[in-house]
């Protein structure tokens, strides 16, 4: 009894990890992978489960096949009813009919096998009918054509089978070697179904020739063991096959129903094929589910090495001096060349004048101007990265096989509204400055100083001290970017001190840094959110494990 609740957990255990495994990323193996997965959830819900936990639930023997073969014509012959409609009409079966002994109704009126199909009396759904013509013990399913020209028929058809103890496969001398019904016998042999052919339909005259040659290839398929019933063709009575046509499938049921031994037996035989191949099929499903994760690591990969350089492109310019370049070089040219910068922070009166002057005839001041050209060169740089790392990232996933179908044309361009959340950023870095500025000069000794030189100046000094590193500047502009140095270090330490000093400059520029980067991954996002149904992906260890648990089991 321990084994038997340990084996029951171990497959629920597995069917919840399935349930959870996903394929969303387009590589090679995702379609097929899916399909199997499907496929392997649904028969461990259909079948292995339920079968597990009422071991003495009537035998289900599923009869299917293809187009026109006579699957309800044979049951109905069987029964002695019409319990299935039939007729000319193709696909003529379009709801699934379970056909029981009304002593065996109560084991399916309930979800315990097929729980996603609504019991039901008409048409839609499992309808189920009772009828005395069948012995306890046995229910026969009719099921839609295996090759029904409706989608919807072949997969439930596909459904069914999945949920059989027995297969009895019904096909006729003009279809026996059709490739659909093969693939669905191999199916049924690779998971350990028990099996019956039921060759209807055949002439007279051919039923030698035919049989025989149907048997040589069940033998080379590996079904050789599989009963084989012919029909003869001929007329029907009433809309059903003679009794005598009938009798050796009947009979070979009887015994099925009459012998609780036989009948165990072939549910044992099945059950037991079905369970020995779950371990080999998931581990098939964590190859691929291994795959998922190779994808998406590589997309991963494309976007954060994008944005990752991006970072550093804009760190370099920092470093490098790049910005002290074109419109802020001139600007502050124009202010140290005149020796007004330094004026106007000795002179509040200045200041003060200065900025009546400016609001009277509108015109800025050059210690205005050199801030708002440091602003825009600052704002030019950011946002020139974030454009070419969405550019990169765009053409590296349209490189990729599984890349390619998930772009979209805004991907290859930063999300809308770059240019405000660059110069939102840049403003309230310069807030970020100032403010530190503010603290540092909070002791009584640097405040003095601070309001002799100005909050607004001396926050300025330190964001050019950021800048003005004399890496990839030659000639003059080595001599400008020195002098802005020796300024800006002079007018800083006469404020705050020299270790100070250092510290403002480097806390300023790994501010602004953190927050480029905040940036840059807020746009990067947009392509994690493309990835987002793979970010919780079951790994394949995760399947092997419950697959190992299984064949741990099983031992």
Not at 334 to 356: A, N, P, Y
């Amino acid at each position: 009894m321990t084994g038997a609740v340990d084996l029951i957990d171990a497959v629920a255990a597995l069917g919840a990890v399935l349930g959870r495994t996903t394929f969303p990323l387009p590589a090679p193996s995702a379609w097929p992978a899916e399909t199997d997965r499907r496929e392997l959830a649904g028969q461990l819900a259909d079948y292995l489960i339920p079968r597990l936990r009422t071991i003495d639930a009537p035998l289900l023997a599923v009869v299917g096949g293809s187009t026109g073969a006579g699957k309800s014509t044979l049951i109905n012959s069987l029964v002695g009813d019409d319990v299935s409609q039939a007729g000319v009409l193709r696909p003529t079966t379009r709801g699934p009919v379970i056909v029981c002994h009304p002593s065996d109704l109560a084991w399916f009126t309930d979800d315990r096998i097929l729980p996603q199909l609504p019991r039901s009396s008409g048409p839609d759904g499992l309808r189920l009918a009772p009828h005395p013509g069948i012995g306890p013990g046995l229910a026969l399913l009719d099921a839609p054509d295996i090759d029904s020209v409706v989608s919807t028929n072949r997969e439930l058809a596909a459904t069914l089978l999945a949920a059989a103890d027995l297969w009895i496969f019904l096909t006729t001398a003009a279809r026996y070697a059709d490739a659909v019904p093969w693939q669905m016998l191999h199916t049924a042999r690779d998971r350990g179904t028990a099996i019956a052919i039921v060759l209807n339909r055949c002439p007279q005259e051919a039923i030698r020739d035919v049989a025989a040659h149907l048997s040589d290839m069940l033998a080379a398929n590996g079904l050789g063991d599989a009963p084989l019933f012919v029909i003869a063709e001929q007329g029907l009575r009433a809309g059903r096959l003679r009794d005598k046509a009938t009798a050796p499938i009947g009979s070979w049921l009887a015994s099925l129903t009459a012998d609780s031994e036989q009948r165990a037996a072939v549910v044992r035989y099945t059950l037991d094929g079905a369970l020995r191949s779950l371990p080999p099929r998931t581990y098939a499903l964590a190859d691929a589910a291994d795959g998922q994760f190779a994808v998406r690591a590589q997309l991963e990969s494309c976007v954060s090495s994008a944005y990752s350089s991006a970072l550093a492109r804009v760190d370099e310019a920092v470093r490098d001096g790049a910005l002290l370049r074109g419109e802020v070089l001139a600007r502050w040219q124009d202010v140290v060349g005149t020796g007004e910068f330094l004026r106007k922070l000795e002179s509040r009166v200045g200041r003060v004048r200065d900025r009546v002057v400016a609001a009277v005839t509108g015109r800025s001041t050059p210690i205005e101007e050199l801030g708002e050209a440091l602003e825009t060169g600052i704002a030019t740089v950011i946002r020139a990265a974030v454009e070419e790392a969405a550019e990169l990232s765009y053409g590296c996933w349209a490189r990729h096989q599984a890349g390619a179908p998930l772009l979209t044309d805004e991907l290859a361009r930063p999300a809308p509204g770059l240019g405000e959340a660059v110069e939102r950023l840049v403003r309230d870095w310069q807030e970020y400055v100032l403010e530190l500025v503010r603290t540092e000069g909070a002791s009584k000794r640097s405040g003095a100083r601070l309001a002799s030189y100005g909050v607004n100046g001396a926050g300025l000094v330190v964001m050019l001290a950021v800048f003005s590193q004399t890496a990839g500047l030659t000639g003059a502009e080595i001599a400008v970017a020195g002098g802005t140095t020796v300024a800006s270090q002079k007018v800083l330490e006469a404020i705050f001190g020299e270790q100070a000093v250092r510290g403002l400059a480097r806390q300023a520029r790994d501010e602004l840094l953190a927050r480029v980067d905040g940036l840059l991954r807020q746009d990067a996002a947009r392509y994690g959110d493309v990835l987002g149904a793979a970010s919780a992906l079951v790994s394949g260890d995760e399947l092997r494990a419950a697959a190992d648990r299984v064949a741990r089991v099983l031992q």
